[in-house]
């Protein structure tokens, strides 16, 4: 066993390097007057902690990206939710020898590069797409970039979660529908009874799967909004302050730490309603 724990070493160091020090780097500018960093000139002796940029919380243009991105990932996941289950429901229920060449047909999409795909539905939903080239019909959505940043949401995230609620479903014993039609319930009822409760754990980790990336990535709302402010969200928000700017460290780092919270919070909820792990693939 001690010959397998040191081959945990090289994994340890680069969790280190490249996750600690970054998180260490981040608490220090979160709560610290140092506005830049400099790795040739920088000095711990010129560090003064300060609690000053707790007021960064309050700033008006974080707030509304905050919210944006809430109301655009909640809406995404609702969509998510009321597509993926029936796809789920109808893959592990189908008699189908080969049913795992249907849930093939959306994890072939995420083999892809994920930039390329976010722009391939981008294009889809503008004005000179491959539908109006070719049916010569237009699902021309630019001038609505709020709805067109949740639907490219929707359809990218949409299979994860597919795959927890599938794998909850298939993991059912059937005797479960059997008992449940000898007690004289229908399909609805032993939906709502039956298959519905059961299936919850796979619905929440699916919602969380969603939620998190959606609310807090930043690719989507570039490519889609082009950088539009008006459709700014939390993620791009952080993004312009490490990437554009060298004095905007602290504002960028604070964010940051609120986003890192609210996400391990949700993985504790994770881990909380599955503690089993019986969403995993």
Same mark, same amino acid.
């Given at each position: ?12 160091? #680069? ?5 600690? =020090? ?41 707030? !509304?990206?905050? *919210? ?24 592990? !229920? ?6 795992? *060449? &249907? ?11 994920? &930039? &390329? ?6 294009? *889809? ?5 491959? $539908? ?6 237009? *699902? ?6 709020? &709805?067109? =940043? ?33 007690? @004289?319930? @229908? ?52 993004? !312009?302050? $490490? ?11 604070? #964010?940051?730490?609120?986003?890192? =919270? ?6 504790? =909820? ?12």
């Amino acid at each position: 066993m001690t010959r397998f724990k040191k081959m945990s070493i090289p994994y340890i160091v #680069w969790m280190i390097i490249f996750t600690g =020090i970054p998180l260490l780097l981040m608490v220090l500018f979160a709560f610290s007057t140092v506005e830049s960093f400099n790795i040739y000139t920088f000095d711990f002796a010129d560090i003064k902690f300060s609690a000053t940029n707790l007021q960064n919380l309050v700033e008006p243009v974080f707030i !509304r990206a905050f *919210l944006r991105s809430m109301l655009y990932a909640s809406i995404a996941t609702i969509l998510c939710l009321l597509i993926g289950y029936p796809i789920a429901y109808f893959i592990s !229920r189908s008699k189908l020898k080969n049913k795992y *060449l &249907l849930l093939l047909i959306f994890v072939m999409p995420m083999w892809t590069n994920m &930039l &390329l795909r976010i722009q391939t539905i981008n294009n *889809l939903l503008g004005e000179n797409s491959f $539908f109006t080239n070719v049916f010569n019909f237009t *699902l021309d959505l630019s001038e609505m970039k709020g &709805l067109k =940043i949740i639907l490219v949401m929707t359809l990218v995230y949409l299979p994860f979660m597919i795959f927890p609620i599938y794998t909850v479903l298939e993991k059912m014993d059937n005797s479960l529908f059997e008992a449940s039609n000898d007690l @004289g319930a @229908g399909h609805i009822k032993t939906f709502f009874k039956v298959t519905l409760p059961i299936s919850s754990k796979g619905i929440m980790s699916g919602i969380m799967m969603v939620f998190l990336p959606a609310a807090m990535g930043f690719t989507i709302p570039t490519i889609v909004a082009k950088g539009d402010p008006r459709y700014s969200m939390v993620g791009l928000l952080i993004e !312009r302050q $490490f990437k554009n700017s060298t004095t905007f460290f602290n504002r960028g780092s604070m #964010w940051s730490l609120i986003i890192i =919270i609210f996400v391990l919070g949700s993985l504790y =909820i994770i881990s909380k309603i599955d503690e089993d792990g019986e969403t995993i693939l």
